[in-house]
């Protein structure tokens, strides 16, 4: 590049050091094999002024308070004339294209040198400034993520408590519901309280049914008939149970025992127990009819008495039923087996609608 000015001017010293520096890159560069074009620097002609192709400023220099940070290498040491001279360089790639290349030379007094490592002991003061708000906003965050977590982790475990919780509610659910109406099954379930399933004395309305001639027809019929007469049966019957807000207390194959007035007290035990039998009379002639078209003679016959028994759960870990035992509960099943079809027999005490007498009289 020429050292001369367009005017024919000798250039001032501080640009034939840049017009040195930034040749010396150029050819350095065309020596490597690099492409000018790769570094912005492909519009440069070589051999054309140097000051008609680049944008020179004086006086920027030396950058005091900046926010960049421009790497800098040393470039002469001229003892005679008591100067050195910094090259500093740096790409702006905001815009567009491959960005600008700006190179910045700073030449100051050899006198100046405590000034100069003063400059550059404040920009490395800056950098690690820098870098340390950096690594306190990196730790920062890390602080934020962990606990972030340690949040996760505690809504986890509660949605886990609360998974479990509502497993076992809905285990709860399925038992009571095997032999209590469902309203009453979720009124012990959402109270939370269970104590009531205990073994306890109350005054309740035992219920016995089974069909007549059934013994006869399974020991004739397939097996699969059988149970399909069966899941017809019960099907017909359990709900009418439980629209009585009766409690199932098991089946035996073709009978079914049901009792009032417990675990949840009711009013009238005995007149919902002869009610419930009125309807399950009827249902089940509706489906005797349908047996005879079939040649089956199968019959209903129904016992209902009252008195106290002992109840609560029975049997082991997985596998409890809620059961009534007492003589009330042999009674109706007596006076079931006693029936004739179509017939419902009752003991003297639910005819009459007589008072429960005192515990143990």
């Known amino acids: 590049m020429s050292k001369r000015s367009s005017q024919g001017s000798e250039a001032p010293p501080w640009k034939l050091l840049l017009w040195t520096a930034v040749a010396g890159l150029i050819f350095g560069l065309i020596g490597a094999g690099g492409r000018l074009e790769a570094y912005g620097l492909g519009a440069l002609r070589l051999g054309a002024p140097a000051v008609e192709q680049a944008a020179f400023l004086e006086g920027l220099l030396p950058l005091v308070e900046t926010p960049w940070l421009f790497p800098s290498v040393e470039l002469a040491v001229d003892r005679e004339k008591g100067r050195v001279a910094d090259l500093h360089f740096w790409r702006d790639e905001g815009g567009a294209g491959d960005g600008t290349w700006v190179l910045l030379l700073e030449v100051t007094s050899e006198r100046d040198a405590t000034r100069r490592l003063q400059q ?13 708000a950096l690594n306190r906003r990196l730790e920062a965050a890390h602080a934020e993520l962990r606990a972030q977590s340690a949040e996760l982790a505690r809504w986890n475990k509660t949605l886990e408590e609360r998974v479990a919780a509502q497993v076992g509610e809905l285990g709860r659910m399925s ?18 309280d269970e104590s009531i399933l205990e073994s306890h004395r109350r005054d309740i309305a035992a219920l016995f049914c089974d069909l007549r001639g059934f013994t006869a027809f399974a020991e004739s019929a397939e097996p699969e008939e059988v149970l399909e007469l069966l899941r017809g049966y019960h099907a017909t019957l359990v709900p009418l149970i439980q629209s009585f807000e009766g409690t199932l207390d098991r089946f035996a194959g073709d009978g079914l025992m049901v ?7 009711c009013p009238n035990p005995a007149e919902r127990a002869v009610r419930l039998a009125v309807a399950m009379r009827e249902a089940v002639a509706a489906l005797a009819a349908g047996w005879r078209r079939r040649g089956h003679q199968i019959g209903f016959g129904v016992g209902v008495a009252q008195g106290f ?3 609560g759960q029975i049997g082991f870990e997985g596998r409890f039923d809620y059961s009534a035992i007492g003589t009330v509960v042999n009674t109706a099943a007596r006076l079931s087996d006693a029936a004739a079809d179509g017939q419902i027999l009752v003991t003297s005490r639910v005819a009459g609608g007589e008072q429960p007498a005192q515990q143990g009289s």
């Open 309 to 311: 028994a002992t109840l």
């Open 259 to 265: 009792f009032f007035n417990d675990p949840l007290p």
């Open 175 to 192: 038992r009571l519901k095997r032999f209590l109406a469902p309203a009453l099954a979720e009124l012990i379930v959402s109270s939370g």
């Open 120 to 132: 550059k002991a404040y920009d490395m003061t800056l950098l690690q400034e820098r870098e340390a």
